[in-house]
């Protein structure tokens, strides 16, 4: 068996067994007993199932591996003709407890957008006609406001409240159309233990971190590290470190 995909929408994880896919759903309570084994290349899924792939690169190898080039517009498109012509939002997100970024999405999904990057506040500050416009305001936007915030800085936050003062400061700058305060019902009072490990009760899921509980420690797992892991039923032996709440 091996970790193949992760949804963060779900959340869950995909889990590939001789071609076929199972879904594993990551809803608060659930308990995970996997073991990881080596890590390769995930292969590919389709509607016919899974193909392997042996490579060493992980996730995924040079030829599995899909690069979503729209992450890299800047306004002038990369593809060989532009697709996307449907109204965009523009958007600022905030992670606990102070780190702000600008993004774009269609605007049909930036509640789903924003769900999906584990944000803890959004703001919806413009709609304009297409992915062109809305990436060019972007790029003028991130020479002040970062437009990409790595998974361990999130982590950083995950017990932490938004700095109310230096959100409400960032977005009066806005005209904002919208706003969203979200709760991904985690109620942490530590920061968690930086882990890869697919053992444990979920406690919940916020972006690509999956929150879990394991014999009195919390650990935040980056999704994207159990994929290409080779895994076997069963909860883990390998000893963990603990969090300091272990010890109370």
Same mark, same amino acid.
């Given at each position: 068996?091996?970790?193949?995909?992760? =949804?963060?929408?779900?959340?869950?994880?995909?889990?590939?067994?001789?071609?076929?896919?199972?879904?594993?759903?990551?809803?608060?309570?659930?308990?995970?007993?996997?073991?990881?084994?080596?890590?390769?290349?995930? +292969?590919? #899924?389709?509607?016919?199932?899974?193909?392997?792939? +042996?490579?060493?690169?992980?996730?995924?190898?040079?030829?599995?591996?899909?690069?979503?080039?729209?992450?890299?517009? /800047?306004?002038?498109?990369?593809?060989?003709?532009?697709?996307?012509?449907?109204?965009?939002?523009?958007?600022?997100?905030?992670?606990?407890?102070?780190?702000?970024?600008?993004?774009?999405?269609?605007?049909?999904?930036?509640?789903?957008?924003?769900?999906?990057?584990?944000?803890?506040? +959004?703001?919806?500050?413009?709609?304009?006609?297409? &992915?062109?416009?809305?990436?060019?305001?972007?790029?003028?936007?991130?020479?002040?406001?970062?437009?990409?915030?790595?998974?361990? #800085?999130?982590?950083?936050?995950?017990?932490?409240?938004?700095?109310?003062?230096?959100?409400?400061?960032?977005?009066?700058?806005?005209?904002?159309?919208?706003?969203? =305060?979200?709760?991904? +019902?985690?109620?942490?009072?530590?920061?968690?233990?930086?882990?890869?490990?697919? /053992?444990?009760?979920?406690?919940?899921?916020? &972006?690509?971190?999956?929150?879990?509980?394991?014999? &009195?420690?919390?650990?935040?797992?980056?999704?994207?590290?159990?994929?290409?892991?080779?895994? #076997?039923?069963?909860? #883990?032996?390998? =000893?963990?470190?603990?969090?300091?709440?272990?010890?109370?």
């Amino acid at each position: 068996m091996q970790f193949v995909a992760y =949804d963060t929408s779900g959340p869950g994880l995909y889990l590939a067994s001789d071609g076929d896919v199972e879904y594993v759903a990551l809803d608060p309570g659930t308990d995970l007993a996997y073991t990881l084994g080596e890590r390769h290349c995930a +292969g590919v #899924t389709t509607d016919d199932g899974h193909a392997a792939c +042996g490579n060493d690169a992980a996730p995924y190898c040079r030829d599995h591996r899909s690069t979503w080039v729209c992450a890299k517009c /800047t306004g002038t498109c990369l593809k060989d003709e532009m697709d996307c012509h449907d109204p965009h939002a523009v958007y600022l997100a905030a992670f606990a407890p102070d780190v702000f970024k600008v993004g774009v999405t269609k605007e049909w999904r930036l509640e789903t957008r924003l769900r999906e990057q584990g944000a803890d506040r +959004g703001a919806h500050v413009r709609t304009v006609a297409n &992915g062109r416009i809305a990436r060019e305001i972007e790029s003028g936007l991130a020479e002040d406001i970062s437009d990409r915030i790595r998974v361990p #800085t999130k982590r950083d936050g995950l017990h932490l409240a938004v700095d109310d003062d230096a959100w409400e400061s960032l977005i009066a700058e806005f005209d904002v159309l919208d706003r969203y =305060d979200f709760d991904y +019902g985690l109620h942490l009072d530590a920061r968690p233990v930086a882990e890869t490990v697919a /053992t444990g009760t979920v406690r919940g899921v916020k &972006g690509r971190l999956l929150v879990l509980d394991r014999a &009195g420690s919390t650990y935040a797992v980056d999704l994207r590290d159990l994929v290409g892991h080779e895994v #076997t039923a069963g909860a #883990t032996t390998r =000893d963990l470190q603990s969090s300091l709440g272990a010890w109370g």
